[in-house]
């Protein structure tokens, strides 16, 4: 099996964790065909990382526009053609750009007959308007592409995979997170969250000095919670997003509702056992308490070798989760914290596996195990 992959916006914060993780899946797999990147402007990120890319996975580099190829060149970087050799080249192309700039691409890719895989902040209703005002004709089935549920690949890669679609839209970071948990958590009779996702944000600058750690707050429900619901129409979504000032990760306040009554160790022992999920003892056997959000991240992030730091695939659970039971139903009180840059790859990943018609029933263990995410609980009992 031969396919080539193509990364539009390739030194992005998701992109670069993507290629790394796909050089290490296609190895594993046995998956021939290189890796491509577009390269626009050679400012210092993408110069370094374009080096280390080159180094660790071979990737080769094709330049957006003929001013910019003479810019990397005179860099002493060998380039392999310029914008249309780029999509010639590639039957999967991902695109990482930033909001708003997708179009060109996705034009460009479904030109080219190419797989495209869009990353979690893309406005697929935009991007049908934007397609049909540029006059490029689109088929019954890009339409339904462009309509279809986001893909999360741990609920939905075999109903991808029988639908053959050119066009995917992957989950976003805070979308992979809610869509984790309630694919762990339905089986409990799971049928609505509702809650808060902090999302990380330092500081505006125009924010007064009397305030200087601000957080903003969303009108209504986000569109993390709307998305995941594409995926899961059984269970009731309503997500506030705000902003809070701090890094990494965000974290995810979330009431569970349930019909019934499970114990919080029901769900403990669902999540522990959900791929790419890891619960995070409040209190270790020792005694130490797992309380701040920057200790647990660290604590977990040493434990590994990954190629960028940080890098967390894992959503992190923590298990101090508070049962409130009303009626026929039990709501439980649940944090979580994603690493907003890395969460989503093995998602990507998967999206690639997909333009490969690669087997539904070896997809998930194949991408876990070469890029060595786990599952469990922390620090003891965790596996691929």
């Known amino acids: 099996m031969k396919n080539n992959a193509g990364f539009v916006g390739f030194d992005g914060t998701e992109s670069k964790r993507t290629i790394f993780a796909l050089h290490a899946v296609k190895q594993a797999a046995g998956i021939g065909g290189d890796i491509n990147v577009l390269v626009r402007k050679p400012h210092a990120r993408a110069v370094s990382m374009l080096r280390k890319m080159i180094r660790i996975c071979g990737v080769r580099a094709y330049a957006s526009s003929d001013e910019d190829r003479a810019k990397w060149e005179s860099a002493g970087f060998k380039l392999e053609g310029g914008y249309r050799e780029f999509f010639e080249s590639s039957e999967f192309v991902m695109i990482g750009t930033p909001g708003d700039e997708e179009l060109p691409y996705l034009k460009s890719g479904l030109e080219h007959g190419c797989f495209v895989a869009l990353m979690g902040g893309a406005h697929r209703d935009e991007l049908e308007k934007g397609l049909e005002e540029e006059g490029f004709q689109l088929t019954d089935d890009v339409r339904k592409d462009l309509r279809r549920e986001?893909?999360?690949?741990?609920?939905?890669?075999?109903?991808?995979?029988?639908?053959?679609?050119?066009v995917v839209q992957c989950t976003s970071c805070n979308t992979t997170g809610l869509s984790r948990l309630a694919y762990?958590?339905?089986?409990?009779?799971?049928?609505?969250?509702?809650?808060?996702?902090?999302?990380?944000?330092?500081d505006p600058h125009t924010v007064v000095r009397a305030s200087p750690s601000a957080i903003q707050f969303g009108r209504g429900a986000?569109?993390?919670?709307?998305?995941?619901?594409?995926?899961?129409?059984?269970?009731?979504f309503s997500i506030r997003a705000s902003k809070v000032p701090t890094t990494i990760p965000?974290?995810?306040?979330?009431?569970?509702?349930?019909?019934?009554?499970?114990?919080?160790?029901?769900?403990v022992e669902r999540l522990a056992s959900t791929r790419e999920v890891v619960v995070i003892p409040y209190q270790d056997a020792g005694g130490r308490r797992h309380e701040w959000t920057s200790e647990i991240l660290e604590a977990f992030l040493s434990g590994f070798e990954r190629p960028i730091s940080p890098e967390i695939f894992e959503l992190l659970v923590s298990d101090a989760i508070i049962p409130f039971e009303l009626g026929d139903y039990t709501i439980m009180q649940t944090v979580s914290m994603?690493?907003?840059?890395?969460?989503?790859?093995?998602?990507?990943?998967?999206?690639?596996m997909l333009s490969c018609g690669y087997p539904a029933a070896d997809v998930h263990e194949t991408v876990d195990r070469a890029i060595g995410v786990v599952h469990g609980i922390w620090p003891d009992r965790l596996s691929i």
């Open 150 to 166: 986001f893909f999360f690949g741990l609920e939905n890669y075999e109903r991808f995979l029988k639908a053959k679609p050119k």
């Open 184 to 202: 762990a958590a339905r089986p409990l009779g799971l049928c609505g969250m509702i809650g808060n996702i902090d999302r990380r944000h330092g």
């Open 222 to 236: 986000g569109h993390q919670g709307a998305d995941a619901g594409t995926i899961f129409k059984d269970v009731k």
């Open 250 to 267: 965000h974290t995810n306040f979330l009431n569970l509702i349930f019909k019934g009554h499970p114990t919080p160790q029901d769900l």
């Open 338 to 352: 994603v690493e907003q840059m890395s969460i989503a790859v093995p998602n990507h990943v998967e999206a690639y």
